[in-house]
């Protein structure tokens, strides 16, 4: 059997997860000798833009309509889609609420000559194709992206986290930053991966990779409410890198009206 056929895209984004790939350093040479690479515009030119394809990894946010274009024909032509990082898998940043209209916000980022951008709504790709793994994280983490590389080399999907930070944290018996020391930490209701590397700084867990399965939004409000904090910094929290999360807006537009 021959080596798989892969590409590495980008949709808008900053580009951090292709990044990840490329930061491999010592295993990056055995990723390259185990896959077949057809197309990484970021590291590669003169790529095969139009063969079939075994596996592509996608990060970024459909933000365009030219980015739609590209998810749908890359779907197309492989037999298997990866979405890498927050922005792919829940919409990230480019997809947090905002009240502006999308022209009145345009208008004031880019002035006139924001006006040759067409944009649309930002979604994650699953809004638009169907997604085969979804790797979170802002950015991935590098372990996360090897394992799924070995497992899929196996013919096998990887097993990522189905639980939270807040166990990772505790496992490592760092103080708990959101009842002892009542900091807005979304923890305990965001997928783990990362080791809790915020909270091993001291820092409250912000989100970045998204809910947990099954995430217990209106426990994690309840508790938030009673440490003082408003209903304004809790959503604000919220919608931050997972706004589109039917989890995260069905509790947040329920919760929003009792507050």
């Known amino acids: 059997m021959g080596k798989p056929k892969v590409g590495v895209y980008g949709l808008t984004g900053c580009a951090g997860d292709q990044l990840v790939i490329l930061n491999c350093e010592e295993e990056l040479l055995d990723i390259a000798g185990a896959l077949d690479i057809k197309s990484f515009p970021m590291a590669m030119s003169g790529g095969d833009e139009n063969c079939p394809l075994d596996i592509v990894f996608v990060d970024g946010t459909v933000v365009q309509p030219k980015d739609e274009e590209m998810l749908k024909n890359l779907r197309e032509r492989a037999k298997l889609l990866i979405a890498i990082g927050t922005c792919a898998v ?26 040759v951008f067409d944009t649309v709504v930002p979604q994650p790709l699953s809004s638009f194709v169907k997604v085969d793994l979804a790797i979170s994280g802002c950015p991935i983490e590098k372990e996360q992206l090897l394992q799924a590389v070995a497992s899929l080399l196996h013919g096998d999907l990887p097993r990522l986290p189905n639980y939270s930070v807040c166990t990772e944290c505790k496992m490592s018996e760092y103080p708990c930053l959101l009842v002892e020391k009542g900091q807005l930490c979304l923890g305990p209701i965001t997928v783990a991966g990362c080791k809790a590397r915020c909270p091993s700084y001291g820092r409250p867990c912000i989100g970045c990779r998204g809910p947990v399965e099954e995430a217990n939004v209106s426990s994690e409000v309840r508790l938030l409410r009673e440490k003082g904090f408003t209903w304004v910094d809790i959503q604000n929290r919220l919608r931050t890198f997972a706004a ?16």
Do not use: H
């Open 90 to 115: 829940w919409g990230g940043v480019a997809a947090m609420s905002n009240e502006t209209p999308r022209e009145e916000l345009k208008n004031k980022v880019y002035g006139p000559a924001g006006q």
């Open 244 to 259: 589109p999360a039917d989890c995260f807006e069905d509790k947040i537009l329920k919760e929003g009206a009792n507050a």
